[in-house]
């Protein structure tokens, strides 16, 4: 079984929110990467998304497209960021997600880019700019090599398409809770969480919660509808703040148990 999916599933069965944060690979330099991974694993996520700084980021807010500028000064690579992790994969042992954009996928070569991701111990890719139509030799250059293609689907997609989307998904399916770029707000509108409840339904792997979330309260709410949560403008900008410190009630949060009984029933 996939070791994402694994992952995720456990937490969900102590009744805990899976918590997966997000950070732009190379930001603050590639030799923050690793202790950057080291204090979310201890802090307590489940797995780490990882982004690859790319020129022309389409899905991404000013907090992420900014750090990908730093990161893109620092130079940093798709294939460094993979050598990197492969030096020090030993050390962790939640998995790694890694967020890329098609384009430097290609230049490196579906084959090239797979073979360095196994090495690295990657376990799960997104591409956001490859949408499920268009995925299948991406899927099965990584599937070659056990890693998880995930897909990402939009709450206002039709049902019929949502449903082959969380079918096709593996590891999870990453579920975009806001129309438009990633990056902080304040509430959830209330429609989110009817979408959520029927993708949950059909979804025959755990469903991940991203855009948009930023305070305890998104994870209390999204815990009780989806298996976990996805947090990457607040992450990233506490990082380049060197506030770290400030993502633990977040991860608190979600490690915090649901009420067992509701869950249960
Ligand atoms: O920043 P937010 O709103 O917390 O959303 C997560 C998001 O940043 C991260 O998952 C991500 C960064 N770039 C992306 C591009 C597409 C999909 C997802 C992403």
Redesign the pocket.
């Known amino acids: 079984m996939s070791r994402l999916q694994h992952q995720i599933e456990v937490r969900v069965s102590r009744g805990e929110t899976a918590f997966i944060p997000?950070i732009m690979a190379g930001d603050g330099g590639l030799s923050a990467l690793r202790e950057r991974l080291q204090f979310l694993e201890q802090a307590g996520a489940t797995a780490v998304?990882l982004?690859i700084p790319f020129s022309d980021?389409v899905?991404?807010?000013p907090?992420?497209q900014e750090a990908g500028l730093r990161a893109l000064a620092a130079g940093t690579t798709l294939r460094g960021v993979l050598e990197e992790v492969a030096s020090f994969k030993e050390e962790l042992s939640i998995p790694l997600v890694i967020?890329t954009y098609y384009n430097p996928v290609v230049q490196l070569e579906l084959t090239t880019f797979a073979q360095l991701a196994e090495a690295a111990g990657i376990a799960g890719v997104?591409v956001?700019d490859v949408p499920l139509e268009e995925s299948e030799e991406l899927k099965a250059a990584l599937n070659d090599v056990s890693i998880d293609l995930i897909q990402?689907v939009s709450l206002t997609s039709p049902a019929e398409r949502i449903g082959r989307i969380a079918e096709a998904s593996q590891g999870f399916v990453?579920a975009?809770t806001v129309n438009g770029i990633?990056?902080?707000r304040q509430s959830l509108p209330d429609e989110v969480f009817t979408h959520l409840k029927a993708l949950k339904a059909v979804s025959p792997v755990p469903v991940m919660a991203?855009?948009?979330?930023?305070l305890p309260e998104h994870i209390e709410q999204l815990g009780a509808v989806v298996d976990g949560v996805?947090?990457?403008?607040?992450v990233v900008d506490a990082f380049q703040k060197g506030a770290e410190d400030t993502i633990l009630p977040l991860i608190g949060q979600a490690l915090a148990r649901k009420d067992r009984l509701a869950v249960n029933k």
């Open positions: 997000y998304e982004g980021p899905a991404d807010g907090v992420i967020m997104i956001p990402l990453y975009v990633t990056g902080t991203g855009f948009g979330v930023s996805i947090v990457g403008s607040y």
